[in-house]
């Protein structure tokens, strides 16, 4: 996460300046991580912010990616690790979703992320997933459409409860 989620210690930062100590060179290894992406991401990133829509007065963005994209841009689902973090940074939204279809098979995955009071753990459980309050997980024995119905539904009623 960069340092950036509530769990980092300061001992992530100790070890970080250690490894800068005994010369790692940073600008070099996070152009590495976080800014070299293959064309086929980069067609896997357009195809995502197409695909962004807002719910709930605008307090929830979610994308979503069918399968078809993954073959379409030759790339695959672990090209998506960042992806849960697109909607919740758009100023405004409360609740961030990412829905995808990792197959062809009818099953979709879903990572929730909030930025505020919303329990998207709590979401995520109902559905037989879990994790942190701000960061959770579920899949759907379910196609993207019936996903997003159900998930929008449990977000909406964890936004007003």
């Given at each position: ?119 998207v753990r709590r ?39």
């Amino acid at each position: 996460g960069r340092f950036s989620h509530a769990n980092t210690t300061a001992r992530a930062f100790e070890i970080s300046a250690a490894l800068v100590g005994w010369g790692l060179n940073v600008a070099e290894t996070s152009r590495r991580l976080y800014r070299q992406l293959s064309p086929n991401v980069t067609r896997l990133h357009a195809e995502a912010m197409l695909r962004l829509r807002y719910a709930i007065d605008g307090r929830v963005a979610y994308l979503s990616l069918p399968y078809e994209v993954f073959e379409a841009t030759h790339s695959h689902p672990i090209d998506t690790q960042e992806f849960a973090d697109i909607p919740r940074s758009i100023r405004g939204v409360e609740v961030g979703v990412f829905f995808r279809q990792e197959t062809a098979d009818a099953v979709s995955k879903v990572s929730l992320r909030s930025n505020g009071d919303a329990d998207v753990r709590r979401v995520a459980k109902q559905f037989g997933g879990g994790g942190h309050v701000r960061a959770a997980g579920c899949t759907l024995a379910c196609g993207l459409p019936e996903a997003e119905e159900r998930i929008l539904k449990a977000v909406a009623d964890a936004l007003t409860s």
